[in-house]
């Protein structure tokens, strides 16, 4: 599973990121599946505590280092940086795997799905240090899931697992299948479905 930015708000209490451990880390651990992520603009300090508690255990924060994934799957990641400054100086990709697919995460708005603008950050700069190319790039940040192709690079916003957005039109409780095979990669959207009532406001 990979998250790819702000997993908990601002005001996340030390109650819910531990409902949140229990609920979901616990369950993940459980059945084996790491969970990799890149950190987004907003956090909590509950919610870093938890993070760094569980990190290499079942929690994993991805970086320009590279982690692998099954035998020749990479995953990149870049944690937010505001205004979109990216420290590009300090940024260096490892070698990918010769065979590999490579895939980049990032909480940032993109020159690419975005357009010009000061904050938005220009794929064309993060691909000089990384030797070789990714197969895929998605990010977090813009809640409206949206999606182009950049020199047959597919360039991916997720769009929000939660409905929190104050966005008009956002996507949101969406997830999306990437399933790599013979190296080419593809994506399906999957729609997470709402919790069953609790009887909350009845
Ligand atoms: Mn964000």
Same mark, same amino acid.
């Given at each position: 599973m990979?998250?790819?930015g702000d997993i908990f708000h601002d005001n996340a209490t030390h109650l819910q990121t531990l409902l949140t451990r229990q609920q979901v880390f616990e369950r993940l651990n459980e059945a084996g599946i790491p969970f990799y992520y890149v950190r987004g603009n907003h956090e909590s300090k509950a919610g870093n505590k938890l993070l760094d508690e569980l990190e290499g255990i079942t929690v994993f924060n991805l970086s320009t +280092? =590279? +982690?692998?994934? =099954? +035998?020749d799957i990479q &995953?990149? =990641?870049?944690d937010h940086q505001p205004e979109g400054n990216i420290p590009w100086d300090n940024l260096t990709f490892s070698k990918t795997a010769d065979n590999g697919e490579s895939i980049l995460v990032l909480h940032q708005t993109l020159q690419q799905l975005s357009g010009e603008g000061t904050k938005n950050v220009d794929l064309s700069r993060i691909q000089r240090p990384f030797d070789g190319t990714f197969d895929f790039v998605v990010s977090g940040h813009h809640h409206d899931a949206t999606m182009t192709n950049w020199n047959g690079i597919p360039v991916m916003y997720t769009g929000a697992a939660e409905r929190m957005s104050t966005n008009k039109d956002p996507t949101d409780r969406v997830?999306? &299948?990437l399933t790599v095979t013979d190296g080419s990669i593809?994506? $399906? /959207?999957?729609d997470i !479905? /709402? !919790? $069953?009532?609790? =009887?909350?406001g009845r």
């Open positions: 990979v998250h790819v +280092t =590279g +982690t692998t994934v =099954g +035998t &995953l990149f =990641g870049a997830a999306w &299948l593809s994506y $399906e /959207q999957y !479905p /709402q !919790p $069953e009532s609790k =009887g909350v």
